[in-house]
T-cell receptor, first 113, second 111 residues
Framework: DADVTQTPRNRITKTGKRIMLECSQT?????MYWYRQDPGLGLQLIYY???????NKGEISDGYSVSRQAQAKFSLSLESAIPNQTALYFC????????????FGAGSRLTVL | GQNIDQPTEMTATEGAIVQINCTYQ??????LFWYQQHAGEAPTFLSY????GLEEKGRFSSFLSRSKGYSYLLLKELQMKDSASYLC????????????FGRGTSLIVHP
């Protein structure tokens, strides 16, 4: 099984719908992240969490919310999806200070019509 | 803020050597990463530099010059499977230890 699992892997939805992307990890890491990737724009940080009681906004948090249900689970919600939120979303985890190398999930491709 | 610049696309021949450059401007510096990302897949960690100099790991090497705000990733003995995007990520000052990613360099290796 993968260290970082994202569900769903692909989702097509309509404008105005509420969408939740889920992420779970078996690495035992405290730190979890949600990134968005658009063609030609690299990875942009949406939200991050350093432990269960810690939630922080990233570069592009508008229109998104998150929930850290447990050390191993971090979900991303789009309360009312819009077409420009069509993108590839990645969850990642890291151990903490030091090198703090990110381990990414396989990604969730979201299309908003 | 941080500004990270790397070429959009590069092409190279199987068996050759290619150097992918990354320049950056940050407030403070706390390390530079290179990740590899095959199309439609997750990025995977390649290298980490925090001190000046060259880090070698098999066919891949990464170099850092902090005074010049410059790094490169060197890929030797290119293989077709090296066709991928290579992401430069820089960690600036402050205590969050979260890197900012450049837009990535798409490397195409042809026979």
């Amino acid at each position: 099984d993968a260290d970082v699992t994202q569900t769903p892997r692909n989702r097509i939805t309509k404008t105005g719908k509420r969408i939740m992307l889920e992420c779970s990890q078996t690495k035992g890491h405290d730190r979890m992240y949600w990134y968005r990737q658009d063609p030609g724009l690299g990875l942009q940080l949406i939200y991050y969490s350093f432990d269960v009681k810690d939630i922080n906004k990233g570069e592009i948090s508008d229109g998104y919310s998150v929930s850290r249900q447990a050390q191993a689970k971090f979900s991303l919600s789009l309360e009312s999806a819009i077409p420009n939120q069509t993108a590839l979303y990645f969850c990642a985890t890291s151990e903490g200070p030091g090198a703090n190398v990110l381990t990414f999930g396989a990604g969730s491709r979201l299309t908003v019509l | 803020g941080q500004n990270i610049d790397q070429p959009t696309e590069m092409t190279a021949t199987e068996g050759a050597i290619v150097q992918i450059n990354c320049t950056y401007q940050t407030s403070g510096f706390n390390g530079l990463f290179w990740y590899q990302q095959h199309a439609g897949e997750a990025p995977t960690f390649l290298s980490y530099n925090v001190l000046d100099g060259l880090e070698e790991k098999g066919r891949f090497s990464s170099f850092l010059s902090r005074s010049k705000g410059y790094s490169y990733l060197l890929l030797k003995e290119l293989q077709m499977k090296d066709s991928a995007s290579y992401l430069c990520a820089v960690r600036g000052g402050g205590g969050s230890y979260i890197p900012t990613f450049g837009r990535g360099t798409s490397l195409i290796v042809h026979p």
